[in-house]
């Protein structure tokens, strides 16, 4: 049987969210991302002949496209499309013919360049015999087809140009269409002014964004009409970017069709078996995450005095998360929600299954948190957040976080940020990070670093009060938070002639010591160094977190 699979993606979604420093355009914008792998393709679909899916409520439309009466077999004949995966920014679809195919893809690209102007779309087509050709090599064979199409297509940033002169938007610098008002738009006052097509978009799609917030945080029993609130981020002293994503995901899918049980690999049964799979898995993998999040809010994130949640989730779907949060609240959010991540993998079948006959190791998340001052921009926050993720990546198979705080808005490059922490010639590292959140328990694994859970129960040390006091006094931690920069001698001598004043203290240490050996037992990058450091510390990890804690 002839079909034709079609690919439609969104590229560069970080930069199309974090465009401008404003948060409404933000969320705005990835209420657009979702749409277009979601609402644009199958509204497209069905007005190809294809099923009608769409549905504004996220649990409802995950139902319909697992249901065969609703999403049927494209063999059976009772349609002319079948959606294999529509997910936010991304859909897979088997098309009965090619010219059905191109007219879905133009049909998507050009709602997008219409109504989400600035973000990029491609779709690719690539033929196959269901009876006779392999889904698994077929869907690379379309990924390579669509990275194609990119490299080849200029990309969206050539939609607008600067010449004739033209006014500039206020938020985005790009070329305006025309002016917003509070009237007019609902801005808040300061944000009047002219503004681009593309931050129009994303002004408009801001109620969508947070109808559907609602809507998740209903399901999973949290108050409703608080979700996400933007207002319940600006008293906050410090918020956070929170970027987490999944550890070797990438490899599940590369060898998906290993885990297909008929054999050998190719023909109608052992595709429409692979279809079923990689659907099931891909809607497993929203409703897993999107429930480790509301459960981590619900753990972590304490309403505010107005009722609100201090949390903004931009991006929320298959293994990704990125979230905005009042800084106070963000690590503890984050292990928290790595934690419910692993958990409701493991439990979830659809999942499991899979991952199982793939590798011994379970599906786990790693994370990065940047943590800002709120005016700093959440372009640069998010970069942060991205390259703290690949270090807490290197402790994988574990779920790990690593985190950073940043005090001067000159360097937001995370190795400029540490360079300062290498002592003693480069023989110390005056930090421990990443830490491990949840140990892998697959079979030949071990920990790859220190335990988070171990960071968080010597900060309550030092946020330990007796009698009104501290036990450790916020003077005396600070002294040997200078020490430690004088090198390893130094800050152990400091804290010899206080050790015995301060009891508390034998609590926080590692073997008697404020820096311990690292003896191969770092972190996976420590261990692939050969020039790495011969002895660290977590004291500035502690002190820090616990300064986190205590902020408003």
Known sequence: MDVHLVLIETSSNQAFIFATNKLRENVGASELIYRTGTQYVLEAVEEAGGPALWDTDAAELRNRLRDPSSNPPIEDGKGSVEVVVSASGKALLLVRDRATAERIVAEVTTRALEQAPGLAVHGAIVPMDLDADNLHEKIGQVHVEHTRLRAELPGPESR?????????????????????????????????????????????????????????????????????????????????????????????????????????????????????????????????????????????????????????????????????????????????????????????????????????????????????????????????????????????????????????????????????????????????????????????TSTQGPLWDELIRKRNVVLRREEGRRVIPSSQLHVLRDALFEGRAVAEAQLALIRNRYKALDEILTNGNLFWERNGSGTARQQSESKGPRYQTDLLDVIEVAGLAESR
């Open 160 to 444: 607008f140009q600067r010449l004739p002169v033209v006014a500039e938007c206020r938020t985005s610098g790009l070329p305006a269409m025309r002016t917003v008002t509070r009237r007019r738009d609902g801005v808040p006052r300061g944000e009047e002014g002219p503004a681009a097509h593309s931050t129009l978009a994303k002004i408009e799609a801001r109620d969508w964004w947070e109808q559907r917030a609602v809507q998740l945080f209903e399901r999973h029993g949290l108050a409703a009409g608080v979700a996400g609130s933007l207002d319940a981020l600006e008293p906050a002293q410090w918020i956070a970017v929170v970027h987490a994503d999944g550890n070797g995901l990438g490899q599940v899918f590369l060898r998906f069709d290993k885990a297909i049980s008929k054999q050998p690999t190719g023909g109608r049964s052992w595709n429409r078996e692979y279809i079923d799979r990689v659907r099931r898995f891909s809607i497993a993998l929203d409703e897993c995450t999107e429930t480790a999040f509301c459960r981590a809010v619900k753990q972590a994130v304490p309403l505010d005095r107005h009722g609100r949640y201090p949390i903004v989730p931009l991006v929320l779907g298959g293994d990704d998360l990125t979230v905005i949060v009042a800084g106070r609240y963000a690590l503890e959010f984050t292990a928290e929600f790595l934690r419910c991540f692993v958990e409701q993998a493991r439990a979830n079948q659809d999942i499991a299954s899979i991952v199982q006959s793939i590798s011994e190791r379970p599906l786990t998340a790693s994370a990065g948190v940047a943590v800002i001052k709120p005016h700093f921009p959440f372009h640069a926050a998010y970069d942060l957040a991205e390259s703290l993720l690949r270090e807490a990546k290197k402790c994988k198979p574990d779920a790990a976080i690593d985190f950073q705080i940043v005090y001067d808005a000159s360097a937001t490059d995370l190795d400029r940020m540490r360079a300062g922490w290498w002592v003693d010639n480069g023989e110390s590292y005056l930090t421990a990070r990443p830490y491990v959140v949840e140990p892998s328990r697959g079979e030949g």
